[in-house]
């Protein structure tokens, strides 16, 4: 299975969430979602000031072999994007884990509790 960082929380549609120090939360595709999609050559982001609720499609990411929505984990305000990422969308593959793509500042932070640790999922990647 692919690399799956402990400190994360993940949602059943392949997103990872990281809580910052500042109480947003930094949102990402995994490793397993990157695989599957291939190499990716375009990403469409969320607007800052967005608000979306959690499980909403907000981004878009696109492959060679297809394109996916990423939704939200949280629901809440978009308060940033992963502009880096425009020019270098490549980055998603290369470092899944560090190339976040939007940060929300949740509505409820204990909506996390509703997310999969590592081990969770785990389990349903491999399905």
Known sequence: MSNL??????AKTHEWARLEADGTVKVG?????????????????PAVGRRV???EACAVVESVKA????????????????EALADAPERVNQSPYE???????????GEMDQLLDAEGYRTIAEE
């Open 29 to 45: 595709i995994s490793d397993h979602a990157q695989e599957a999609l291939g190499d990716l050559v375009y990403l469409e982001l």
């Open 53 to 55: 609720h959690a499980g």
């Open 5 to 10: 960082p402990a400190g994360l929380k993940y």
């Open 99 to 109: 190339a976040w793509l939007f940060a929300v500042r949740p509505d409820d932070i």
């Open 67 to 82: 394109a996916a929505d990423v939704n939200s984990p949280l629901s809440g305000e978009i308060v940033a994007r992963n």
